[in-house]
């Protein structure tokens, strides 16, 4: 089974400071991984995503996510934060030659101007 | 630009009724899946299509069924409507052989 724990309900920063919000995740296998955001009452959006090659992958907006397999992470970062970036954000993993996403929890992320 | 449609973005219905939900998508895509998104829960998966006519059963499947007879479109049925089934609902679809999956903007459904 696999499975995607979001550590953090909620992720408060100052617009302008680093963002980071945590993921780590269980499969068997190969992960792919990925980063949703959901603004109010819309859908999902697909940030990045994490297939394999280079550990740092670069996504929408300005984020980027870092996977590490020793620690079993995918956490995403953002340099510098903005107000618009506050959304609910969701990490996600699928085993390589499955079609099943499984979605963490959800970490709602609020940037304070 | 990719665009997945669900065919309402808020519905109410009684207990008992028999609920459908559309979901379309533009873009050519072999695989289509229903979610359900509740607050702390996250996403979860109640149905998939990978392809015309093909379907299979997601971790939440109870209560639910499905219906693929185009390409496009992927239809999801609530059989009986119950309380616990509001939730808000999220349609994707993805290419075979690619990776992402990309969604619609959701269907808020209250039955009471």
């Known amino acids: 089974a696999q499975s995607v724990a979001q550590p953090e309900d909620q992720v408060n920063v100052a617009e302008g400071n680093p963002l980071t919000v945590k993921c780590t995740y269980s499969v068997s296998g190969n992960p792919y991984l990925f980063w949703y955001v959901q603004y109010p009452n819309r859908g999902l959006q697909f940030l990045l995503k994490?297939?394999?090659?280079?550990?740092l992958v670069k996504g929408s907006y300005g984020f980027e996510a870092e996977f590490n397999k020793s620690q079993t992470s995918f956490h995403l970062k953002k340099p510098s934060a903005l107000v618009s970036d506050s959304a609910l954000y969701f990490c996600a993993v699928r085993a390589s030659g499955d079609y099943k996403l499984s979605f963490g929890a959800g970490t709602t992320v609020t940037v304070r101007a | 630009d990719v665009k997945v449609t669900q065919s309402s973005r808020y519905l109410v219905k009684r207990t008992g009724e028999k609920v459908f939900l559309e979901c379309v998508q533009d873009?050519?895509?072999?695989?289509m899946f229903w979610y359900r998104q509740d607050p702390g829960l996250g996403l979860r998966l109640i149905y998939f299509s990978y392809d015309v006519k093909m379907k299979e059963k997601g971790d939440i499947p109870e209560g639910y069924s499905v219906s693929r007879e185009k390409k496009e479109r992927f239809s999801l049925i609530l059989e009986s409507a119950s309380t616990n089934q509001t939730s808000m609902y999220l349609c994707?679809?993805?290419?075979?052989?690619?990776?992402?999956?990309?969604f619609g903007p959701g269907t808020r459904l209250t039955v009471t």
């Open positions: 994707a679809g993805g290419a075979r052989g690619t990776y992402e999956q990309y």
């Open positions: 994490y297939i394999t090659g280079d550990n």
């Open positions: 873009m050519d895509h072999e695989n």
